[in-house]
């Protein structure tokens, strides 16, 4: 009887311990894990209406072609609302790469960028030039074109096919054998523009864009040497408005390879959701989520219809999201902690004592027994 006395009694101790131990398991992990929540902010979103207007919205972009020179392309944008943006110089930067993928050189460009100041004292006086030709394309703003980028934005002005072969400063300048050095190279280009909110597209492709009876145009008359474009890119970044904690934009590392015979047209359909994300502080970041699709197509020399470039054409929701970052105040933390602890050690106490009156039954149903 002694025997099965001490046999359930060591029972009981090491159930009773197994149970002390789980429970002091269980209580740990779960006071780690309410601290790892108590520690992350608590976003609440919310759908509202859009009622945002007339207001500007800023894309950010960083996108490397591998097989394009930087002379050779140009960005633009236009909307829904007529405005129109060509060869966008202000806030990119363009750096030429090598065909292997290393930088050459940084060409830097900004709005308003401020000019480097002369010291008059070691200027050298410049001997005034004749007024250039402007072959036709001269106005009242700039009756004299005395190098070869002049006389290619009165050309754009006036919506004209450029041609830099029948231009004496274009010859001077070498300018058709600066765009054949460059063949072969290719181009990063990165930087910010500022859109209407409304529908609307941007895009990067050759050739110097103007418009011309509404309708907009890139002329390729000074790349006619170059029989097609490999548009082959990376997107490294794109996105609309201000980065916030959690946002994911889908077109980020985006790489499309083009391995057909003639040029590539790549448009990406974008659709975006206004979004705002309030802090627990109360300022409030304006920026946008979007979804995107995707369409590849060939250009060759009897296609209509098509330029070669990568286009993003973009449309607005009228649905807004609202974030709303909330932090766990640290009473509730306590609460919680509180509650953990003692609903694990109520647990332990029901099952602890269970074992005791299963073994107690036990022991005394096995003491009849022996008598």
């Known amino acids: 009887m002694i025997v099965i006395v001490s046999t359930c009694f060591l029972t009981v101790l090491c159930l009773c311990c197994a149970v002390t131990i789980i429970s002091t398991v269980l209580i740990l992990w779960l006071v780690v894990s309410e601290f790892a929540y108590y520690l992350e902010p608590d976003v609440r979103p919310e759908l509202k209406v859009d009622t945002s ?10 996108i490397t072609f591998h097989h394009v020179p930087c002379a ?5 944008a236009m909307d829904a609302s007529g405005e129109h943006q060509l060869s966008v110089d202000h806030n990119i930067f363009k750096i030429r790469l090598s ?8 060409e830097k460009q900004e709005l308003n960028a401020k000019p480097v100041p002369v010291d008059p004292t070691t200027a050298v006086a410049k001997p005034e030039s004749s007024c250039g030709d402007c072959y036709g394309s001269q106005d009242d703003e700039r009756p004299c074109c005395n190098t ?5 934005e009165q050309y754009r002005k006036k919506g004209w096919a450029f041609d830099p072969e029948i231009v004496t400063q274009c010859k001077k300048e070498g300018f058709t054998k600066k765009l054949k050095d460059q063949a072969g190279e290719g181009c990063r280009i990165h930087g910010f523009i500022h859109v209407n909110k409304v529908q609307g597209n941007f895009h990067f492709a050759p ?7 509404h309708m907009h145009v890139h002329d390729l008359a000074a790349l006619s040497f170059q029989q097609q ?4 890119h990376k997107i490294t970044r794109l996105s609309f408005g201000e980065p916030y904690p959690g946002i994911i934009n889908p077109l980020d590392n985006v790489e499309k390879t083009w391995r057909l015979s003639g040029s590539a047209m790549y448009q990406y359909f974008i659709k975006i959701v206004p979004t705002t994300y309030k802090e627990p502080s109360g300022a409030i970041i304006n920026s946008n989520q979007f979804s995107v699709n995707e369409h590849e197509r060939i250009l060759t020399p009897a296609s209509r219809g098509g330029l070669p470039g990568v286009f993003f054409i973009y449309d607005f929701s009228p649905i807004m999201v609202s974030f709303t970052e909330q932090t766990t105040s640290f009473a509730h933390f306590l609460t919680s902690l509180c509650a953990i602890v003692g609903g694990v050690f109520t647990v332990a106490g029901i099952i602890d004592s ?4 299963l073994m107690k039954t036990i022991n005394q149903q096995g003491a009849l027994g022996a008598q």
């Open 99 to 106: 065909s292997d993928g290393r930088q050459l050189s940084t």
């Open 354 to 357: 269970f074992i005791y009156h």
């Open 72 to 76: 050779y392309m140009g960005v633009d």
């Open 148 to 152: 070869c980028e002049d006389v290619q």
């Open 207 to 213: 050739g110097k864009s103007f418009q011309t009876d």
């Open 229 to 232: 474009f490999d548009l082959s």
């Open 53 to 62: 207007r007339g207001q500007k919205m800023k894309i950010s972009f960083d």
